[in-house]
T-cell receptor
């Protein structure tokens, strides 16, 4: 049972345009969500997070939106840059629970120059 | 500040061999964990620890053992390697308590079991 789903395995975007990466979850008990970025042969690095009590969090070019009623979150990158080309994972956790992070399967973003 | 350090970076084993993947962190994090990454499967939790002497199972613990004797180290042991354990393994750590949900990852160990 995949509790966190990233249904788009890949996405291509022109440099300067907006990239939108999507993530759906099934467990309404999740109360914290994170996005990670991963380059080849490196470990994932933290990008941005959001608590379930918020619907938006912004950090520079990166914004995460959370729609709790739809159990959906999205990561917006504006403007997209070639260096953003990587695999993006969303993750969810019950902050007061068992420290078990559930990751999605990832979306490979390619930003075209 | 080195963060989370994993060794080795690459390893090839024969079926039935044993080995230990090392993980060390210098951030004084109580929580440490091991994940494996497989194509189309994302990152799956193997084992985790919330402090020295305390370990628990994740989603895919079979075939792996862990122990936590110090805050800094969290080794992952494969007692009898199988081809199904061919994967990339990541160690991660974080502070405990709410408000500290950010996980820090090591650079990974690529393991091939022939």
């Amino acid at each position: 049972d995949q509790q966190v789903k990233q249904n788009s395995p890949s996405l291509s975007v022109q440099e300067g345009r907006i990239s939108i990466l999507n993530c759906d979850y099934t467990n309404s008990m999740f109360d914290y969500f994170l996005w990670y970025k991963k380059y080849p042969a490196e470990g994932p690095t933290f990008l941005i997070s959001i608590s379930s009590i918020k619907d938006k969090n912004e950090d520079g070019r990166f914004t995460v939106f959370l729609n709790k009623s739809a159990k959906h979150l999205s990561l917006h990158i504006v403007p997209s840059q070639p260096g953003d080309s990587a695999v993006y994972f969303c993750a969810a956790i019950r902050a007061s629970g068992t420290y078990k992070y559930i990751f999605g399967t990832g979306t490979r973003l390619k930003v075209l120059a | 500040n080195a963060g989370v350090t994993q060794t080795p970076k690459f390893q090839v084993l024969k079926t039935g061999q044993s080995m230990t993947l090392q993980c060390a962190q210098d951030m004084n994090h109580e929580y440490m964990s091991w994940y494996r990454q497989d194509p189309g499967m994302g990152l799956r939790l193997i084992h985790y620890s919330v402090g020295a002497g305390i370990t628990d199972q994740g989603e895919v613990p079979n075939g792996y053992n862990v122990s936590r004797s110090t805050t800094e180290d969290f080794p992952l042991r494969l007692l009898s390697a199988a081809p199904s354990q061919t994967s990339v393994y990541f160690c991660a750590s974080r502070e405990t308590g709410t408000g500290n949900e950010k996980l820090f990852f090591g650079s990974g160990t690529q393991l091939s079991v022939l």
